[in-house]
């Protein structure tokens, strides 16, 4: 059509009748058209071409990341090292590790702890951190989730989560105590909460999900918690001197640090922004902020997880896997290896799903000697995909160019 509108123009008079081109030779017209129109395709071709280079650097991992995590392919296989295993049943990890032993927290029962000689174990369950239920009035009391533990001047913190899945009514709580294993806890309750609560409609806990927290304390001694869950992704505020508040209530100095600005599912038709995002899910969450040689380092749990089902697993690519933006701040912002910022969705993978693994997340560092060691709960396909058929898996790091790889 286009090139038919072109020879009706040139075939008009400025009176609107035809002139002389019908009465030149075809034979000296059809060069002329022909070059045209082969130079119109070209112009076609450039755009597209520009176009498709111009695609968002994140739509390009995602589809190589939908390849590189098809579990049946060679390429998972060589990308990704297995995980070291530990035959204990976790989810979301912390550890900490004192003198010779470790201690491991996580999801159960008011917060499990286990111990063990080593990283691969055994491990033994010793108790919980708290003694009954959180003193938190929200969400699941009895099993807090994604707890993480710090110890500072002799003093263990761990930082836990209280919320009912697919919400955001939610809050971050804090117990102490002067040694790593049960018995000992006091639990101080509400740190920060969204959703509904005192504080919670002061920005940004008004667009946020006070879930899976994170505290890192500064050489310097300035403390963060870095927190959130799916709506508009990681956040992070300051913290008190004593670890146990915000260290403003009213003016959290808060740092939007990760996001996924693309929803990858449609919204719930009932989602109201408390259970539910209208805008559908963006999937990140599970922080923690590393350091190495100068950088801080923002691991985050990309995709979907938990609660899966065979028949209906996220199409390939769209699972848990481990992603990393470093900043020479604490506070941001983070990019990854293309200088993508993660708020703009921004990440790079480091751990995907690979053989029998699948799924991988709820990860964080520990430095053990002189290296630093990834571990995370995940999937193994050949026992089960239910939530409590998750194992703790490790991988040692080496960095090359600044950049965390993963190590058989």
Known sequence: MIVRAGHLSRSMSPSGHRDGFRHQ????????????????????????????????RRDQNFEHDQKSQDLGSDQAISRFPPPRQTQQHTHDPTIVRVGDEYYLYHVGEHILIDTAPS????????????????????????????????????????????????????????????????????????????????????????????IDPSTLVTPDGHAYLTYGSY????FQIPLSKDLLSPASTTEPDDRQLAWEPESLAPPNRMANNICGDPTGPHPIEGAFISYNDGWYYLWFSHGFCCNLK?????????????????????????????????????????YGSNRETYAPGGQAVIRDGDTDVLYYHYLN????????????????????????????
């Open 310 to 350: 065979q028949d209906n697993l996220p199409a390939a690519g769209q699972e848990y896997s481990i992603r990393v933006g470093r900043s020479q701040s604490p506070r941001g912002p983070f990019t990854d290896k293309n200088g993508t910022d993660l708020v703009k969705g921004g990440g790079e993978l480091v």
């Open 119 to 210: 990283l691969a174990g055994p491990w033994k369950r010793v108790g919980s951190v708290l003694d009954a239920k959180s003193v938190i009035p929200k969400g699941d009391r009895a099993a807090p989730w994604a707890p993480t533990v710090i110890v500072v001047d002799d003093t263990y913190y761990c930082y836990y989560s209280v919320s009912k899945a697919g919400c955001r009514d939610s809050a971050v709580g804090v117990a102490t105590s002067n040694s790593p294993g049960p018995g000992n806890w006091y639990d101080h309750g509400i740190v920060i909460q969204t959703g509904t609560g005192n504080g919670s409609e002061i920005s940004p806990y008004t667009k946020s999900n006070a």
């Open 381 to 408: 396909t050949t026992v089960g995909i239910a939530f409590q058929d998750a194992f703790l898996g490790f991988n040692p790091l080496k960095y090359v160019d600044g950049w965390p790889i993963a190590q058989a």
């Open 25 to 56: 030779s075809f034979w000296k017209q059809f060069p002329r058209r022909w070059i045209k129109m082969l130079l119109f395709l070209a112009l076609v071709c450039f755009f597209s071409v520009g176009l498709g280079l111009g695609i968002n």
């Open 231 to 234: 709506w508009n992704g990681i």
